[in-house]
């Protein structure tokens, strides 16, 4: 069907390694796909200190953002200690 098409050669393409690489960690859960994957919650951040409503979702906004643009892990531990730093 595609002739040219080289399957070793786009194997072995960085950008296409890079972007499997990638698809294999967020199919795997590395990346939380929603805000209700991250491994924190709402009450994590209330026994934190911080307050109940719109504030606790902008934290897990902002820390579901963070995973997602690889400047955090989605661990317990991690988002715990960054979502202390926001308070």
């Not at 050669?9 to 795997?28: C, D, G, L, P």
């Not at 709402?42 to 719109?54: F, M, V």
């Not at 643009?69 to 531990?77: G, S």
Request: charged fraction near 30%; include cysteine.
């Amino acid at each position: 069907r595609y002739p040219d098409l080289n399957i070793d050669r786009v194997k072995n393409n960085e950008s296409f390694k890079a972007m499997y690489h990638w698809y294999e960690e967020y199919e795997s859960g590395f990346y939380p796909k929603t805000i209700a994957h991250l491994h924190i919650n709402g009450h994590d951040l209330i026994s934190l200190g911080i307050p109940e409503g719109k504030e606790i979702a902008k934290v897990l906004e902002r820390l579901w953002e963070m995973c997602l643009a690889r400047e955090l892990t989605n661990t317990n531990e991690k988002l715990v200690a960054f979502a202390q730093k926001l308070n």
